[in-house]
């Protein structure tokens, strides 16, 4: 690009107006969920009794025959076809990112030459995508069997453009789970299982635990013309350079600002198409920094809240286009600023309540929230490096521990009410909290758990993993991430520890302990046990970081190491016991993080290579040239004294300008070294470790060389959009 096209590209940016947004007569209640095969849907275009049968299937206590399936498909596709669609294809959730599909017309042979439409059972059930290049982790081989898609009745189907969609997992032959939403859907089973066991406790009706989940969708938005000029964000999502813009986010001044017009037209048509696939959408906001924004929708259970959140990023690139905008889901695009996260707000519900609920009716009611709020605090204690594992990533290496994000420390912040009552607990006896008057009243001091604030003050921002009223915020995970790696692992972590609570209540009553003294007896060896995974402090601390190494918590930085913790013998333990993933499961998993991570590295020092050699050292000779010329002319039309008194200034910067040239030339060398020793190494961990230790950070050394360049280069010559341009424009 040359320089004056970088001009013309940001005065056309500059100038650019919002596209129109449809402005829709009907409301959200009257279009929420066109588009999808949802039970409303199903009683409307399925006969009676197969309805039925689907509800059962759907609610989780009968198997799907081949019949029925039939049946659904011939409704399915006639509501299908009525929506436009042609094809169908089933949708799944790779270890790559993003989602997968490939579409299949609904046409047959129909024996007579011509075509018919068909759809059938089989093809709603099961498909064999050709997924041998789906990363696999050595699970299965290029010429081995195929995986294949099965359906997940418990998503519905919904139709985009002309396609009707269909949620599957996705396994290899031999049954290895080779995506996200096998293995969290066996946790969500484990951890309703376990749950509502220990439910039972308190209230012996309860047939069922969900888990829930509200993310909440952080993202920047940049023009397309000032992206397509940055090669780094094109490869990477990320800029690799970019010196500061002099205003960035220390005016707060664009947090719950008023939204541009551009942004807020793209955000209407964006809510607009996730409400008619049945995306709950609720909030939006301006986010701290420049042109960053947030998208939240009303909580929904596990799997499909994952769901609708993989439908949601691809729909936000997609509409992000249609307004003259890349929609950028990197956790850290820009330096210098925040970065994005996805926070995941967890929590576990009965088919009658909400169980991390803290106003409690009766004592029963507040013996039960204290249950599964210390059993949370000893899944997340128990596990607490594996949690940050399931989060860590080549891109959201760059967002935690920095000051904005959580720190690389897994902690949990519960508020003083919450800590007081579990001090309490913890230090008091039986007889001092339960009172036995009679067979019908159980009186328990607890103290009465008053309504918690859901209060911003009460908050504590730095908290990776904070209660928040009625659940826990977990706010490590990254902005581009597949909610599931993390889900997958509180909800195992969950099951586990209410097995083994329950286990031990058990042992108790069968000693003769009454019921209540027993939940509390175990309740407080829990609460000991547990305890060092409470932190109220300030998270960013370096004395936090000692304090929590003292405590035993998982405190490691590099990312390949951190996904070690994926292959603990406890890790390993869990995920068996708990049915969700076996130990080769396992490892084939971590292999493929850890390839990914390196591939990551490898493309963003290839691409900062390029950028450094074939636009900055060009253009920073070039303007070291016209300051060299400058020089030799001062000097042969001013006196002796007076040009070297003159040209002192520009000879600073053509020195300097060399220095910075050096360094970068050198380094880049270094860079291409590093990554050919790297690259002979076979071991996929060792890999990433050299990844890690010896490319990665040769970029960050770089970066400081070209961003002081930028300060010094005439800007018309500049190639690059900078961070003022990107940030601020809009
Ligand atoms: P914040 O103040 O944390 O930014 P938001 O309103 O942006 O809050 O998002 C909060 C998210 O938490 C929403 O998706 C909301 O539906 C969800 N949420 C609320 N209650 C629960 C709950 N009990 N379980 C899970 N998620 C919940
Ligand atoms: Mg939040």
């Not at 396609?163 to 946790?187: C, N, R, V, W």
């Not at 008091?428 to 009186?443: M, R, V």
Request: charge should be negative; aromatic fraction near 8%; charged fraction near 25%.
């Amino acid at each position: 690009m040359s320089s004056t096209l970088r001009f013309q590209i940001v005065g056309e940016a500059f100038t650019k107006r919002p596209v129109e947004v449809p402005n829709r007569k009907d409301r959200p209640s009257e279009f929420f969920a066109k588009y999808v095969f949802n039970r409303q849907k199903m009683s409307k275009y399925l006969p009676a009794d197969i309805y039925k049968k689907m509800c059962d299937v759907i609610d989780g206590d009968a198997a799907l025959d081949m019949a029925t399936a039939d049946a659904v498909a011939a409704g399915m596709k006639k509501w299908a076809m009525e929506l436009g669609a042609t094809h169908c294809t089933h949708w799944f959730q790779p270890l790559t990112e993003g989602t997968a599909e490939k579409h299949d017309g609904f046409v047959e042979h129909n024996g007579k030459g011509g075509l018919i439409e068909e759809f059938t059972g089989k093809q709603l059930v099961q498909q064999e995508p050709d997924a041998s290049s789906f990363p696999s982790g050595g699970i299965r081989s290029t010429f081995e069997a195929r995986g294949y898609s099965a359906w997940d009745p418990t998503s519905p189907v919904f139709v985009i453009g002309d396609t009707l969609m269909i949620p599957t997992i996705f396994i290899s032959y031999t049954g290895e789970a080779l995506d996200y939403k096998a293995p969290l859907k066996k946790s969500l089973k484990a951890v309703d299982k376990a749950a509502t066991a220990v439910a039972r406790y308190f209230y012996p009706d309860v047939r069922k635990v969900v888990s829930n989940l509200g993310w909440e969708q952080e993202y920047f938005l940049v023009d397309e013309g000032l992206y397509t000029a940055r090669p780094d964000l094109l490869m990477t999502g990320r800029t690799l350079l970019g010196h500061n813009s002099a205003k960035n986010q220390q005016m707060d001044d664009h947090y719950f600002g008023s939204i541009p017009m551009r942004v807020a037209s793209f955000m209407k048509d964006l809510e607009i198409q996730a409400l008619e696939l049945g995306i709950p959408c609720k909030t939006r906001h301006n986010e701290v920094a420049p042109n960053q924004y947030e998208l939240a929708p009303i909580f929904e259970e596990t799997n499909l809240a994952v769901d609708h959140n993989m439908l949601l990023m691809g729909l936000m690139k997609k509409v992000a286009r249609k307004h003259g905008f890349r929609c950028l889901l990197h956790e850290k695009p820009f330096a210098g600023i925040n970065g994005s996260g996805k926070h995941c707000n967890w929590s576990l519900a009965t088919d009658t309540g909400v169980l991390l609920h803290g106003l409690g009716k009766t004592p029963l009611d507040n013996l039960r929230f204290v249950t599964f709020i210390v059993e949370s605090l000893m899944a997340v204690y128990r596990h607490n490096g594996l949690l940050k594992a399931s989060i860590i990533s080549a891109t959201n290496v760059h967002r935690l521990g920095a000051a904005e994000a959580p720190p690389a420390i897994v902690s949990s912040f519960l508020g003083k009410q919450l800590s007081d009552l579990l001090e309490h607990l913890e230090t008091s006896t039986d007889d001092e909290i339960i009172n036995l008057t009679g067979k019908q009243t159980l009186t328990l001091d607890i103290p009465q758990i008053p309504e918690l604030t859901q209060d911003n003050t009460d908050r504590n921002r730095t908290s990776p993993f904070a209660f928040t009223g009625n659940r826990f915020e977990f706010r490590a995970v990254g902005s581009q991430q597949n909610c599931a790696a993390a889900m997958i692992v509180l909800n195992t972590a969950m099951a586990e520890a209410l097995t083994d609570f329950k286990t031990r209540v058990d042992v108790l009553i069968s000693e003769g302990t009454e019921p209540m003294k027993a939940i509390l007896r175990t309740l407080r060896e829990d609460i000991k046990t547990c305890k060092p995974i409470r932190f109220d402090g300030n998270g960013y601390s370096d004395e936090w970081k000692q304090e929590a190494a003292r405590r035993g918590l998982d405190t490691e930085t590099s990312a390949p190491l951190i996904l070690d913790q994926y292959l603990t013998p406890e890790t390993v333990e869990m995920f068996s016991r708990m049915n969700v993933l076996t130990k080769a499961e396992l490892e084939a998993r971590n292999d493929i993080k850890l390839d990914t991570y390196t591939k990551k590295v490898q493309i963003e020092a290839r691409i900062f290579g390029d950028i450094c050699m074939n636009h900055i050292i060009p253009i920073a000779t070039r303007y070291q040239t016209q300051l060299v010329d400058n020089v030799q002319k001062m000097k042969a039309i001013l006196p002796a004294d007076e040009a070297e008194k003159l040209n002192r200034t520009n000879l600073t910067l053509i020195k300097q300008m060399g220095e910075h040239n050096t360094f970068i030339i050198e380094n880049v060398e270094r860079l291409i070294e590093a990554r050919r020793i790297a690259n002979r190494i076979k071991d996929s961990r060792e890999r990433a470790i050299a990844y890690h230790d010896t490319v990665a950070p040769l970029i960050e050394q770089i970066r400081y060389h070209v961003d002081h360049l930028e300060l010094i280069v005439d800007d018309e010559l500049w190639p690059l959009p900078k961070y003022r341009e990107m940030l601020f424009i809009h």
